[in-house]
């Protein structure tokens, strides 16, 4: 049901973090936002797919129907719901 891309978020902090509004940026700008009802609890992760599938509290899909991600390398930028960048993704 998915393409199996996914990028796993995880809360190394204290406190639950709500991640609703919050988005996974690559440099060609494609983006994929969370909706409500996603929140991180302390040690707590989200896998986020690109493709489609079923959502569950722990796994959000986002229906795209290409990848996202580019096999050999690519960068993928945290915003929070303002947009500030928290973290950066390189591989």
């Not at 995880?10 to 988005?23: I, T």
């Amino acid at each position: 049901p998915h393409n199996g891309e996914f990028v796993l978020i995880a809360n190394v902090g204290a406190q639950p973090v709500d991640l609703e509004g919050w988005s996974l940026e690559d440099p060609a700008r494609t983006r994929i936002t969370l909706p409500p009802g996603y929140t991180i609890s302390p040690s707590g992760r989200l896998r986020v797919y690109s493709g489609p599938g079923v959502n569950t509290a722990d796994r959000f899909y986002a229906g795209r129907r290409r990848a996202m991600l580019n096999n050999r390398g690519d960068r993928i930028a945290l915003r929070d719901a303002r947009g500030i960048v928290r973290q950066i993704f390189e591989y």
